[in-house]
């Protein structure tokens, strides 16, 4: 079976063709990073109008790239949740349209679960059962998977997802959107324990939490103490710009790699899954790499090529058709973020 996946939750337009067998055929992904970044961070509208513009050139593409014609295409796999309202309506409804000019079934794709796949997929092992981690620009979570469509919250962020506070707070120190990227560069020449940054929850062992709040917070009354106005004004040097980089970094990887490895201890599992845009991180993936070879631990954390959004990691819609799961031509788009109720 030939699968076209298609992403657009948040402001990657991503098609991708997979086979039954998870083999990639092709990837296409049309980044959105330019248009957002003089406002440094997503602006809803213009990422919905931007998937508007590319959805049916991606799909062309993916389709092309993979050698063959629409034609050939055995199912269609959207990512319906969650996300932004507008971006995910976008590929919803080529998606639809899709599945009813050719008449092959729709498959729906939940882009956290996805993340998890992504490690399934590159590993080419199973990873199931395990905890997963997803850490992006929207989520910071911990979850409990016993299947790749058996997912249980185990924690979550009660305030900023990891990217997110990576992204401000590489607006506060001038650094270019994304900020992740950005952070983990200039931090490459600063000194992780130059600066003592909070790090919320870690020690607390009843907690999966995350919060990110309040570190931000401290970057923030770092460069200026509270209630200074003239914030925009203040000059850093490249070299407290590098520390204060590589202290905040320290300080959120202390926290992932904390929380990741509770879970692993409350549920009993020794399979960790690591997926997301901030699982690109060096520091990260080296502190993982170390805890999990000292614990006895499997680690999987998705390649850096489908740690960002991407439709490759759509491939877990062959998990839904194996459970004989499609879906009816009406279904809709869940927005919004997956936290804790
Ligand atoms: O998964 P993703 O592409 O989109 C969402 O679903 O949110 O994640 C994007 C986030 C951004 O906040 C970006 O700053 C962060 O991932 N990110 C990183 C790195 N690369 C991307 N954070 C830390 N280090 C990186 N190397
Ligand atoms: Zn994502």
Known sequence: MNILTIETTCDETAAAVVTDRLAVLSS??????????????????????????????????????????????????????????????????????????LDIPLVAVNHLQAHIYACRLSSGQEVFPCVGLIVSGGHTNLYRCDGPLDFELLGATIDDAAGEAFDKVASMLRLPYPGGPSIERAAR????????????????????????????????????????????????????????????????????????????????????CVGGGVAANTRLRARLEQEAARRGVRLFVAPLSLCTDNAVMGAIAVERLKA???????????????RRS
């Not at 050939?72 to 919803?92: E, F, M, Q, R």
């Not at 940054?197 to 309040?214: A, Q, V, Y």
């Not at 970094?249 to 399979?271: H, I, M, N, P, W």
């Open 28 to 101: 296409v992904v049309a980044s959105q990073d330019a248009l957002h970044r003089r406002f440094g961070g997503v602006v809803p509208e213009i990422a919905s109008r931007a998937h508007l513009e590319r959805i049916l050139p991606v799909i062309d593409e993916a389709i092309r790239r993979a050698g063959l014609a629409l034609d050939d295409l055995d199912a269609v796999a959207v990512a319906n949740t969650p996300g932004l309202a507008g971006s995910l309506l976008v590929g919803l409804v080529a998606a639809k349209t899709l599945c009813l000019a």
């Open 189 to 272: 020449e600063g000194n992780p324990a130059a600066y003592r940054f909070p790090r919320s929850f870690l020690h607390d062992e009843d907690r999966m939490d995350f919060s990110f709040s309040g570190l931000k917070t401290a970057v923030r009354y770092t460069i200026a103490g509270p209630g200074r106005q003239d914030f925009d004004s203040i000059h850093l040097d490249p070299s407290q710009v590098a520390d204060l980089a590589a202290s905040f970094q320290e300080a959120v990887v202390d926290c992932l790699v904390g929380k990741a490895f509770l879970a692993l201890r409350r549920t009993g599992s020794g399979t960790l």
């Open 324 to 338: 004989g799961r499609t879906e009816p031509l009406d279904l809709e788009a869940c927005p919004g973020l997956e």
